[in-house]
């Protein structure tokens, strides 16, 4: 079993800064990519940042220049950091992973609201 744990959400005003975290924890041999999506209400879930385990990453257009994903082997964590939030950065925003031999996991969400 596997579990990935989010923290670092909350309510920012525009311009500000936050950074998530999420922690994988369980049997885990290796991970292959984790990533961050995001959720806004009425809208689809849509993809934020991904960092692969050759440490190779991707990010939407929306994002670029403004948020920086990392990752803690060690510690099977992945790190974002939001700067410069707008408005529309405003969704649910949730952690996944690739767990070799074990599949895809999701993280419960965690609210981001950036608003003045």
């Known amino acids: 079993q596997v579990q990935l744990v989010e923290s670092g959400g909350g309510l920012v005003q525009p311009g500000g800064s936050l950074r998530l975290s999420c922690a994988a924890s369980?049997?885990?041999?290796?991970?292959?990519?984790m990533g961050w999506y995001r959720q806004a209400p009425g809208k689809q879930r849509e993809l934020v940042a991904a960092?692969?385990?050759?440490?190779?990453?991707n990010y939407a257009d929306s994002v670029k220049g403004r948020f920086t994903i990392s990752r803690d082997n060690a510690k099977n964590t992945v790190y974002l950091q939001m700067n410069s939030l707008k408005p529309e950065d405003t969704a649910v925003y949730y952690c996944?992973?690739?767990?070799?031999?074990?599949?895809?996991?999701w993280g419960q969400g965690t609210q981001v609201t950036v608003s003045s």
């Open positions: 960092i692969y385990s050759t440490d190779s990453t």
């Open positions: 996944n992973a690739d767990i070799s031999a074990r599949g895809y996991y």
């Open positions: 369980g049997s885990i041999f290796s991970i292959n990519a």
